[in-house]
């Protein structure tokens, strides 16, 4: 039997406008400005749930977002770029209308401001990317779980998300070609200090607890090789960090590693 059916309309308006300016030689100026709007119109035709079908329009406020970057080119082999942003993020369709036939109509959106410093630079023998960033979140969506089992969604208060992701690339110059033709490797380190920073949920201060679903330590290598007549192989490497499943920080999925390997023709 149907326990519900709904006809879903999803309306997104966004307008933005970005420009860059050269100050300098080796000085740019970056200045952004968007604009977004959301509306979700949900007609239910059937509801087995509550004998009460009816329609539900859920609008979400208009929200204007800047975004300021600068950058400087310090030689060729070497630049860096500093930004300034804000972020506006509407709940999912699936967030508002839940799996079990709820519509959660008090959901607001996240709103939020990034800072990020990145610097790259190398050659074409060896090159990196660096980039350091705090995302300051506010009306932070996260998922609980009823006293029946389902799986919901809440705002819950303020987030203070840190970061670092390092990248380094490594083409490796062969001087006699043989078998091997071609090799490339990439080594990619993520660290990630994702934190509730104003958080209560049935009396009890989660504030300073680690963000559920999120790894503090990921740790990626890979090498992509190209053999000759047509052969190639490609390995890689992924370590995850031990990862919290409850917002309380009381159970953890452990730590794992995961190793692939490709041979192709």
């Known amino acids: 039997t149907i326990r519900f059916a709904d006809e879903l309309i999803s309306t997104d308006l966004i307008a933005f406008i970005n420009t860059q300016y050269a100050l300098t030689k080796t000085w740019n100026l970056e200045g952004g400005l968007s604009l977004a709007n959301t509306i979700y119109d949900i007609d239910r035709k059937i509801d087995r749930i509550n004998n009460n079908p009816q329609a539900f329009r859920k ?17 060729k082999s070497l630049s860096a770029h500093f930004s300034v942003s804000t972020g506006y993020s509407v ?3 699936l967030e508002v209308r839940t799996n079990e036939g709820s519509l959660n109509t008090a959901l607001q959106p996240e709103r939020g401001i990034n800072y990020e410093l990145n610097v790259r630079g190398g050659s074409n023998q060896f090159s990196y990317d660096l980039s350091l960033f705090r995302f300051d979140l506010q009306e932070s969506i996260t998922t609980f779980t009823n006293p029946d089992g389902v799986a919901l969604f809440r705002n ?12 380094l690339l490594k083409p490796w110059i062969l001087e006699k070609r043989g078998v091997l033709e071609k090799l490339k490797s990439r080594l990619s380190i993520t660290y990630h200090d994702f934190q509730f920073n104003n958080y209560e949920t049935g009396g009890e201060d989660l504030s300073g607890n680690v963000l559920t679903g999120t790894a503090p330590w990921i740790i990626a290598f890979s090498t992509d090789a190209l053999l000759s007549k047509g052969f190639f192989f490609n390995f890689s490497y992924i370590y995850t960090d031990e990862i919290p499943l409850n917002d309380e920080n ?12 490709k041979l192709g023709w």
């Open 59 to 75: 609008r979400f406020d208009t929200s204007l977002n800047p975004r300021l970057a600068l950058s400087k080119t310090i030689n």
């Open 91 to 93: 709940p999912t369709t």
């Open 156 to 167: 819950a208060g303020s987030l203070k998300q840190k970061g670092l992701e390092l990248e």
């Open 250 to 261: 009381t159970v953890y999925a452990d730590a794992y590693q995961m190793l692939f390997a």
